[in-house]
Structure formats: structure tokens, C-alpha cells
């Protein structure tokens, strides 16, 4: 209509008001039904092309007025009209082909390209398994997709929801030599190699065989390399747990020896003849105080391999990060004897954690604050919340420890070289509280500087996040 509306306005246009020669109506009719023919295809531009000639007859040739087709002039402007629309459309018809074809392609490499993205995120296998529906869902526009696996016959969902029989799916998955479509469901074969893996179901996906066979072939690659990363994974934990121990024994006897000696050496000399009276005190409370320090090395030993060992069981909860530093305050409380203690909190800030297990932490970094700066000096304990987490800070203007050593504190047993002559300690207790701090997925790190003191800044997930 709008096609005829245009051929009547040019032929009106030049028949009332423009009177132009019949050689530039002919060419202005023959732009026209190229415009058509490009836009249009061929059907309406040989319509048209027909409605031009009789238009062109009738209003310009002379006679004017009259429709005489004898002449060979009208049968020369049909004839290129009609070559004209053919022509043109067909152009126009193989342009539009390509460039389709070429956004199809487009599209589904771009399918492909954000699938791999996507299943190179997931972190693991069930975290993947779970994600691969949703995300061919996703990218292929499809109602539901549903990817089976041979092995446990194992069914991942997503979209809307249907039944599925499961022996067929695994009969299909052997037997499909390729991606099959049947009525509105595509069935993709999963496998590495010739080995088949499973079968990957969609229903109502605008993607090309050609495609679904590929998002099959990365779905199996994507698999195989969780697979293996996970085994890398617990290869090296295996190994990395073997090689804990060994050091946890080499260190133990190490350490024990020390006092041990000690305490062999005094019970010596006190079986000895003639010792005096005040040598006997001395050496008598050496063995007081080393069988003392004894005792804490096996139970922090002990407290490490539970922890290495994950035979700690912990009970998180939501709890008062205030509420946890005043117990770890009162578990140390000579420490406020020997050091002003300021305590900057904000009220009501919650903390996922075990408050028994984690006060530990708090504990022993005030502790060390308390030990490793001179008395009087004063300690700072505050607390910063974040977007997920909540920063504790524990501050002292002590000794502090060199830039060399502040990776090494976190070790089993190691206790930093020239300062801590005359200072009690194990080495045990920052490598206890990393474990702690880990098991609940947060970070210890350390700040600081010789002579002016150290920062432990834990962080540790904040509650009342995601209705906790
Ligand atoms: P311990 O205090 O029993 O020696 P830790 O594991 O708690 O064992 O600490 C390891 C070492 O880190 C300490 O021996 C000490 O050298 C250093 N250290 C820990 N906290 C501080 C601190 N606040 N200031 C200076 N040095 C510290």
C-alpha cells in the first residue's frame, strides 16, 4: 500500500507540477523500484514494476491519456523495471543473507565464548555441575536445559521443570552418534573422547547443531579439567598434611629437648652431694618453671595438630564482637596490670565465629602486645566494619619485629632471633591463631615497624549479613 502510495505521489508529482522530460520520469520510477526491490525483495518490486509501466504508459508516453502497449518503448520500460527488481532484490536478498549468517555466527561464538568464561570460574566440580544448565539456559535462550551425567546418573536443572526418564537419557547418551533435534528438544551428547559422559538436554534453544555440538565438547573439557584440578588439589593437601607432620615431630622434639635438659640437668645437681640450701631453691624452680613450659608446648602442640588435623569442632554463631574482647580482656588480665588498655568498639557489631575458639585469638594477640613492649606502654584494641568482613586491630607501641621476620611469626615455633631473650613464649601461639582465623575463612596480617611497635589487624566474616 505504502509502495503504491509513493509510485502515486512520484507519477502525480511530475504529471500536475513538474514537467520534466518522459527520460527523467523513467529514471526517477526506475530509482524508485530499486529503493523497492532493496528493501522490499522481489514480490512487491515486480507488483510495483507492472504498476510503473501502466503509470508511465498511460500519464507520460504520448498518446497521453492512453494505454497502448504496442509501442516497443513501454515494453523497453517494463523490461527494465523488471530486470531492475530482480536484480536488485536479488543483490540485496544475498546481502542480507550474509550479514544474518554472519550475526548468527556472532551470536554463537559469543554463546561460546561466555560459556567458557563462565565454566572457567567455577571453583570446583559440584560448583560447576550446578552452574552448567543455568548458564547454557542463559546464553542459548532456551526454556530448560537438564545435563545428565552416566556416572552416579546424576541430573542438574535448570528452567522450568520436566520428566525425564532416566534409563533413555543414559541409552542415549551411548548411543547418539551426534546432537539430535526433535521437535523443540536438542540432544546433545556429552563425551571425552569416544568415551561418552553423559547428555546434555535443551528445550526451546535457538542454537545450530553445529554450536550444541560445541558447548557439548566444552562442557566434557570443562569437567575433565575440574576433575583433574581437584585431584591436583587433593594430591598436594595429602601431601602437604604428610609433610606437616614430619615437621610437627621434627619441631616437637626439637623443642621439648631444650627444657627437658634443663630439667634433667637440675634434678642432677639435686641429687648431688652436698648442695646448698639456696642453690637447691634455684634449682628447683627451674625445674618448676621449665616442666611448666613443657606442659604448654604439649598442649599447644596438641591444639595445632587438632587444628592442622581439622578435629576441631567448632560451633559458629553470632557473636558481640565487644562482648568477645571483654572475655579475651579477662583471660589476660594481667595484662591491663602492666599496660593502659584502650578498647574502641563499635556497639553491636557481630562476628560469625565460635566465640570459645576465636576469643583465643584476641587473647594471644593481646598477649604478645603485653610481652613485646615495655611496661606501661599502651595497647589498642578496635574494631572497623566492612562491606562483608569486620577488621580487629590489636596495636602496641612495643619492640616491634623486622621486616625480615614478619613472615616467619606465623610458623610453628619460631620466635623472632635477638628479641626475645628473657620473654616466655613458645613460637606456638601466632601459628595457632592463624589456624583459628583460617577456619573461619578470615586473614591474619601484621604491620609493623622496629622499635615503634606492631599492628595484627584479623579479619573475620561480619554477622547479620544475609539474615545471619
Ligand atoms: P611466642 O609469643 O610464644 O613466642 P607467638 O607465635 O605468639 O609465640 O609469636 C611468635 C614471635 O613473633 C614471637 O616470639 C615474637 O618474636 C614475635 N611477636 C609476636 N607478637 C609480637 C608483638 N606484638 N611485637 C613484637 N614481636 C611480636
Not at 579439567?225 to 595429602?238: G, K, M, P, V, Y
Not at 635438659?261 to 652436698?274: H, N, P, V, W
Not at 604448654?296 to 602442640?301: C, G, I, P, Q, T
Request: glycine share 6%; net charge negative; with cysteine.
Amino acid at each position: 500500500m505504502l509502495a503504491f502510495g509513493a509510485l502515486a505521489g512520484i507519477v502525480l508529482v511530475y504529471h500536475r507540477w513538474l514537467h520534466v522530460n518522459v527520460t527523467t520520469v523513467a529514471l526517477t520510477l526506475l530509482l524508485f523500484i530499486l529503493l523497492l526491490a532493496a528493501e522490499w525483495g522481489l514480490r512487491y518490486a515486480v507488483v510495483v514494476s507492472v504498476a510503473a509501466t501502466l503509470c508511465y504508459n498511460y500519464f507520460f508516453l504520448p498518446p497521453i491519456g492512453t494505454l497502448t502497449i504496442s509501442d516497443p518503448q513501454n515494453w523497453l520500460a517494463l523490461l527494465a523495471f523488471l530486470a531492475t527488481a530482480i536484480i536488485a532484490s536479488r543483490l540485496s536478498e544475498r546481502a542480507r543473507h550474509q550479514a544474518s549468517d554472519a550475526r548468527s555466527r556472532q551470536r554463537e561464538l559469543e554463546v561460546l565464548f561466555r560459556l567458557s568464561r563462565e565454566f572457567l570460574q567455577s571453583e570446583n566440580l559440584a560448583s560447576l555441575l550446578d552452574s552448567i544448565p543455568a548458564a547454557v539456559v542463559n546464553v542459548s535462550a532456551a526454556q530448560s536445559g537438564i545435563l545428565y551425567l552416566l556416572e552416579g546418573h546424576r541430573l542438574f536443572r535448570a528452567g522450568y521443570v520436566f520428566d525425564v526418564d532416566v534409563p533413555l537419557l543414559s541409552h542415549l547418551a551411548y548411543s547418539l552418534p551426534g546432537v539430535r533435534e526433535e521437535a523443540s528438544e536438542m540432544q546433545v551428547p556429552i563425551r571425552t573422547g569416544v568415551r561418552p559422559k553423559g547428555l546434555l538436554l535443551l528445550r526451546g534453544a535457538t542454537l545450530s547443531t553445529k554450536t550444541a555440538d560445541a558447548v557439548g565438547s566444552l562442557i566434557s573439557l570443562s569437567i575433565e579439567r575440574a576433575q583433574a584440578l581437584e585431584s591436583i588439589a587433593r594430591d598436594e593437601a595429602a601431601r602437604e598434611s604428610e609433610r606437616l607432620r614430619t615437621l610437627m615431630i621434627d619441631s616437637i622434639t626439637h623443642e621439648l629437648r631444650t627444657p627437658l635438659t634443663s630439667i634433667k640437668g637440675a634434678a642432677t645437681a639435686l641429687l648431688g652431694e652436698s648442695v646448698k640450701a639456696e642453690d637447691a631453691r634455684e634449682l628447683l624452680s627451674i625445674i618448676d618453671e621449665e616442666s611448666d613450659r613443657l606442659n604448654r608446648l604439649v598442649s599447644e602442640a596438641v591444639e595445632m595438630a587438632q587444628l592442622d588435623a581439622r578435629q576441631v569442632q567448632m560451633h559458629f554463631t553470632t557473636v558481640e564482637l565487644s562482648a568477645l574482647v571483654e572475655q579475651a580482656r579477662e583471660a589476660c588480665a594481667w595484662v591491663q596490670e602492666q599496660h593502659p588498655l584502650h578498647i574502641d568498639i563499635p556497639a553491636h557489631l557481630s562476628i560469625r565465629a565460635d566465640p570459645a575458639v576465636f576469643q583465643k585469638v584476641i587473647a594471644n594477640l593481646l598477649e604478645n602486645a603485653a610481652k613485646y613492649s615495655s611496661a606501661g606502654s599502651p595497647i589498642t584494641i578496635t574494631a572497623q566494619a566492612e562491606e562483608k568482613e569486620v577488621a580487629i586491630r590489636v596495636a602496641d607501641q612495643g619492640i616491634g619485629i623486622d621486616p625480615s621476620e614478619q613472615s616467619l611469626i606465623f610458623d610453628r615455633f619460631y620466635r623472632a632471633r635477638s628479641r626475645t631473650e628473657g620473654i616466655s613464649g613458645t613460637g606456638m601461639g601466632l601459628a595457632i591463631s592463624r589456624a583459628i582465623v583460617e577456619a573461619h575463612r578470615g586473614s591474619i596480617h601484621l604491620t609493623s615497624q622496629p622499635g615503634q611497635g606492631s599492628v595484627f589487624t584479623v579479619f573475620v566474616s561480619r554477622a547479620g549479613l544475609n539474615g545471619d
